[in-house]
């Protein structure tokens, strides 16, 4: 039996991207999918590089909406009855996460991997050779009263503290950056530092293409079990053992699931994501707006305009409930007017969603050769450069100069 010198378990954006930074350390690469590249999460998101974001999911705010958008079946957040007894535990813990001084810990913790991960951003997309696909238009949030914006700006004052540039709008001045909103948005938020990509699938094919053109390997199987042994990891797929000095767990939804093997129970929950892709010409979009109270966003592909978002607490085994999708681009409609609603293509994704907001980034319990990367949520493609860094440092010994406590596997 061959053996790697590491085997990267998922094709998605980070598992990619680690696999680049892995080689570019010298390492040879093996990646395995139970589908192949891009074929979760990381082909259906809305794009962004949300380097803004660091305020964590889990906050005393949310607590407040919480309970109106669960009233709504179809609304902003979700869990379907069938699944509520199962995810009570995540739930409990997601509760415990909301409390002010965890809310600053996940804070601090959070915007030191964005910091890394747009220090990075533009460095490896140079090296992979998809630079030309980084777009930076900003992106708009938007408010229906002074009362919605007032809300709004503890979030915002955090974002000073830690040197976001932000500038709040009026209606008018809304409408010189994005023509065409609905006048019942009066206010608005412009942040220029949001970047975004042309479109997430592309990107993750053009990283597998690299990656493979650079001498990786790419399998498609689905791994059953990771098992250490003597000088490296045995890892079993459905078509046959593979061993690997080092191994990347970077399977999103399911990491968690091959986690449990190497004794580490890890509370991973799945977010699952709607949207719906327009053809190009359905709005003239200028950047990426977020419609905060309504949990979605509209954003700009260079192959289609998308309008997706929200959150569905269900699992990975319930059937997609489609009306979600409907849902958010019926909302869209009304924001935007002008908006052609037809020709859209539907789809569902699984984000891997940790209660605190925080990924698992270190080293397995049951083997110092498996390395944790996975659970990032909303933020895989934000946060993929950086945590590649991360993860390229851990198969090489070498100091990260960047405190992964926050990040353990093991913080549960």
Avoid at 151 to 172: N, V
Wanted: neutral net charge; hydrophobic residues 45%; contains cysteine.
């Amino acid at each position: 039996m061959a053996q790697a010198q590491v085997i990267v378990v998922g094709a998605g954006v980070v598992g990619l991207s680690a696999a680049l930074a892995a080689q570019a350390r010298g390492l040879s690469v093996c990646v395995i999918d139970r589908e192949g590249p891009a074929a979760g999460a990381s082909a259906g998101n809305a794009g962004a590089f949300a380097f803004t974001d660091i305020l964590p999911l889990a906050s005393p705010g949310i607590l407040r909406k919480a309970p109106k958008w669960l009233l709504d079946p179809l609304g902003p957040l979700s869990v379907p009855p069938s699944y509520a007894l199962q995810i009570a535990p995540w739930m409990f813990r997601f509760w415990r996460a909301c409390a002010p001084s965890r809310v600053d810990h996940s804070t601090r913790a959070q915007t030191a991997l964005m910091d890394l991960s747009k220090a990075e951003l533009e460095p490896f997309l140079a090296a992979s050779g998809t630079l030309p696909m980084l777009q930076k238009n900003g992106a708009l949030q938007v408010y229906e009263s002074a009362a919605e914006l007032q809300a709004s700006l503890p979030g915002w004052q955090a974002r000073a503290d830690h040197g976001i540039e932000f500038h709040h709008l009026t209606a008018r001045e809304m409408a010189d950056l994005q023509p065409g909103l609905a006048p019942r948005f009066t206010h608005g938020t412009f942040t220029p530092g949001w970047y975004s990509i042309a479109d997430p699938k592309l990107y993750t094919l053009a990283l597998a293409e690299k990656f493979t053109a650079q001498g990786g390997t790419l399998l498609t199987a689905e791994v059953t079990g990771l098992q250490p042994q003597e000088g490296g990891v045995l890892v079993q797929t459905a078509q046959g053992p593979q061993m690997a000095e080092q191994v990347v767990l970077a399977a999103g939804a399911f990491s968690h699931l091959l986690a449990r093997g190497l004794g580490d129970k890890i509370p991973l929950e799945t977010e699952r994501g709607y949207n719906t892709t327009l053809p190009t010409d359905a709005f003239d979009l200028r950047m990426q707006v977020t419609f905060g109270g309504h949990g979605f966003v509209v954003s700009r592909l260079s192959t289609g305009i998308r309008v997706g978002g929200a959150v569905e607490l269900g699992g990975l085994k319930l059937p997609p409930n489609f009306k979600r999708s409907e849902a958010m681009l019926t909302k869209a409609q009304a924001f935007l007017p002008g908006l052609k609603p037809t020709g859209g293509v539907q789809w569902m994704g699984f984000r891997p969603s940790l209660p605190d907001s925080l990924p698992a980034i270190g080293r397995a319990s049951g083997s110092a050769r498996v390395i944790y990367a996975f659970g990032h949520g909303h933020l895989g493609l934000t946060q993929s450069a950086g945590t590649a860094r991360l993860v390229a440092d851990l198969l090489t010994d070498r100091s990260a100069g960047f405190d992964l406590t926050p990040f353990s596997p093991q913080r549960f």
